[in-house]
């Protein structure tokens, strides 16, 4: 096996030096680097990490818990966490709570027993548990999508604003009843698109009625069920948002079952664009939530704080895009261009 000898041997070099290329624990000189990384690739020799972990406290990895991986949005913003993880030199360790309050408390004790250096979680409707357990043993993490509180490093997309712009660009369609597929109870997501649609009907003058609101708990199937109980009232809505994409599918099932075309019978949009999207007949108006940018913006919170373990705690939103497809009943038009992202720093 090839040590860190036999590099120093062949860069002729000292085995401090070699050290210090691999580590960034001083500056080299450049033709002393290049020499250095020409005889490791040379040799192959890699790099004991577990070796070094010992000595410095640190694994050089990252702790990632996010439910429902198999959604395209999660898998998206797993793609930019693992891009950010790895241009900093870290690894992940990866893992599901499945939105159970329970296992996610184990998953998080799990990781930490790993000795990841820092976590990134999307919590539950009910991350109390886990939350007090990353707290006391002051773990670096950063929560993303699903807010927490104020006193935590977080990072998500904008909810009521796009959520307040399908309605009101509805209303401008001319429908008066307007429904809405929530997500589940206890998400920050959820509560904050229900708060933009409110917003929405308020800002057109719309009546906020309590029978054109449904839950879907955040998927397919309770999204199915919702979709059929708003159309069996008595004044069923026009138009119908939903409030992810999982529930999207659920509510193009029901219709489908129902014999409702869209958008003849009955208009639809979402909010959280996906890939296929634009490949159902007609093709889905949706808000298109920056999914890789949000995962890239947790690691770079996640990375700052290991730098500054005092710093204040921050927020950062991120913009979402209207993508305006015909599903809502108009033509195609060219998508909103987003504004800049947000970042709030509130008092400690």
Not at 17 to 40: E, K
Not at 300 to 307: F, G, H, K, S
Not at 339 to 344: L, N, V
Request: hydrophobic fraction near 40%; aromatic fraction near 4%; glycine fraction near 8%.
């Amino acid at each position: 096996m090839t040590t860190m000898t036999d590099v120093a041997r062949r860069a002729g070099v000292s085995v401090a030096t070699v050290s210090h290329v691999l580590n960034d624990t001083r500056p080299v000189r450049p033709d002393t680097r290049a020499a250095v990384l020409g005889a490791i690739e040379e040799l192959g020799y890699t790099h004991n990490t577990l070796a070094r972990s010992l000595v410095t406290s640190r694994t050089r990895s990252i702790g990632l818990a996010v439910s429902a991986i198999s959604n395209p949005y999660f898998t998206e913003i797993l793609q930019g966490v693992e891009a950010g993880a790895l241009a900093a030199g870290y690894s992940l360790l990866l893992t599901d709570p499945h939105d159970d309050p329970r296992h996610e408390r184990t998953v998080v004790q799990l990781l930490h027993e790993r000795r990841v250096d820092g976590m990134i979680v999307a919590p539950s409707a009910e991350p109390a548990a886990m939350v007090e357990y990353l707290a006391r043993r002051q773990v670096p993490t950063v929560f993303l999508d699903r807010l927490v509180g104020d006193n935590h490093d977080q990072v998500c997309a904008e909810n009521s604003g796009p959520v307040r712009q399908l309605v009101e660009h509805l209303a401008e369609l001319g429908h008066t009843r307007i429904g809405l597929v929530a997500g589940l109870p206890g998400l920050s997501t959820t509560t904050e698109r229900v708060e933009g649609y409110r917003e929405g009907l308020r800002s057109r003058g719309l009546p906020f009625a309590p029978g054109l609101l449904a839950g879907g708990n955040s998927e397919a199937a309770g999204a199915q069920d919702a979709t059929r109980r708003l159309l069996a009232a008595p004044q069923p809505p026009t138009a119908i948002i939903t409030a992810n994409n999982a529930m999207t599918i659920g509510a193009l099932r029901a219709l489908r079952e129902l014999g409702l075309e869209v958008p003849r019978d009955i208009a639809l949009v979402c909010f959280d664009d996906f890939s296929w999207a634009d490949l159902f007949t007609p093709r889905l108006t949706a808000i298109a939530q920056p999914s890789k940018d949000i995962g890239a913006a947790a690691v770079r919170l996640l990375l700052e704080r290991l730098a500054e373990p005092d710093r204040p705690p921050r927020t950062v939103r991120l913009p979402c895009t209207f993508v305006h497809r015909t599903s809502c009943g108009c033509a195609e038009s060219a998508p909103a261009t987003p504004p800049a992202a947000q970042e709030r720093n509130p008092t400690p």
